[in-house]
């Protein structure tokens, strides 16, 4: 089946649901870096509980937004839609969720490499912790996620988005295996390696409240989560639940000067009062590009033809 990602309309999400979820659905990404041995403890694990469930396995790439819609449509409140993988996967889950305009919880096994999502919100990484979690858990949380519109596509990120040196990052790393194993210090060395490609561009941010110009910068990230990048605190502040988008940017900067930045994230200081670094805290706002530039979402790479970004935040209920 085709679908078009066209984001549905903004909802007003109430919180008025504490259940027993009685049918768990999985949905997969085998080809992540754990995903044929957590298919196989998932289906042993289960065995253990007195519900029924089902696994969906992922075999191409938004495989998992097209699932995650069917599902939502077709499926009765009793079941809950799980997403299992890495930052991307949640994305595409959520994604799917969002498009279906069915609101109902998300749930989540983090089983990738970055785990960003996972991080912020000190969630196991074992999958028979995980399990326990939403199982015992008995009413979801409600977050915030970006609703973001570009010139050529509507787009959903639950942790950030983000131009220039990250989006470049993502593309090398998409070129090579190195993706499946990204962390905090791999992700930082791919930094390094990216610098001396990465040209600046002209960046304007407009919203309610300011308009701001940069007429060289390295990066723009929009921020709804502490972490992006296998564990980078782009934005320690960042805060998913306050209808909030926290815009970090970064100038062009010099070889030393990037030195000193990446030294200030390894040692947890605030790398966001270096000369060069800018935050901005907006409910709304609009992100004009002077170039084509590389950008991701979630760690998904974004179409390159993308010059304009409208982005606002929208409530999702996570079982977490």
């Known amino acids: 089946m085709f679908f078009t990602y066209t984001i549905a309309i903004k909802r007003e999400l109430v919180i008025n649901m504490s259940t027993n979820y009685t049918h768990l659905i999985f949905i997969i990404n085998e080809h992540s870096r754990k995903g044929k041995h957590t298919r196989k403890l998932l289906t042993r694990h289960m065995k253990e ?30 079941s809950l839609i799980i997403a299992v993988g890495g930052d991307g ?12 305009k069915i609101d109902r919880p998300v749930s989540y096994i983090p089983t990738g490499s970055g785990n960003d999502f996972a991080r912020s919100h000190d969630l196991s ?13 008995n009413s979801p949380v409600e977050l915030d996620i970006l609703d973001c519109h570009t010139d050529e596509e509507n787009l959903v990120a639950v942790n950030s988005i983000g131009f220039g040196i ?23 060395l791919s930094v390094l390696s990216a610098f001396f490609s990465q040209k600046s561009f002209s960046l304007s941010l407009d919203s309610k409240d300011l308009t701001i110009s940069h007429p060289s910068v ?26 909030y988008i926290d815009v970090v940017v970064a ?19 605030s790398h966001l009062s270096h000369k060069k670094m800018h935050s901005y805290r907006v409910s709304s706002c609009k992100l004009t590009l002077d170039s084509q530039q590389y950008g991701q979402r979630d760690g998904e790479l974004i179409d390159r033809n993308t010059h304009t970004l409208s982005i606002s935040t929208v409530k999702q209920l996570f079982w977490l």
């Open 125 to 137: 990484k074992s999958i028979q912790m995980s399990l326990e979690r939403i199982i015992n858990k």
């Open 251 to 269: 100038e062009k900067v010099n070889f030393l000067e990037l030195l000193q930045i990446l030294y200030m994230l390894i040692t947890k200081e």
């Open 166 to 188: 990250d989006g470049m990052v993502i593309s090398k790393l998409d070129q090579t295996s190195s993706k499946k194993t990204i962390g905090k210090s791999s992700y930082l």
């Open 89 to 100: 996967t949640l994305n595409e889950v959520v994604s799917g969720l969002y498009l279906s």
């Open 218 to 243: 390295l990066l723009v990230v929009c921020a709804n989560h502490k972490f992006f990048g296998g564990g980078i605190p782009i934005h320690p502040l960042a805060d998913a639940t306050d209808s």
């Open 49 to 78: 509980h007195a519900m029924s469930f089902e696994l969906h396995t992922t075999e191409y790439k938004r495989h998992a937004v097209e699932l995650a819609c069917e599902l939502a449509q077709s499926e009765p409140q009793e």
